[in-house]
């Protein structure tokens, strides 16, 4: 069976552990929207993880920048 990036988030946003925290999970799609995403939400002292395969460090790099 193949995993996924929406299969892991899905994972993650199961286990009520995470969500004690404050966490939040979120699946970008693509590296547009993901970066959409950021852009909307992210607050200063938050983490970011980027997972991914292909091109998504230059998203982060971007980001970062």
Do not use: P
Request: aromatic share 6%.
């Amino acid at each position: 069976h193949d995993v996924s990036s929406q299969d892991i988030v899905e994972a993650i946003y199961g286990n009520m552990e995470t969500w004690k925290h404050g966490n939040k999970i979120v699946y970008g799609g693509d590296l547009e929207k993901a970066e959409q995403i950021v852009l909307e939400h992210v607050q200063a002292g938050d983490v970011i993880i980027f997972m991914g395969a292909g091109d998504i460090d230059l998203l982060a790099r971007a980001l970062c920048a």
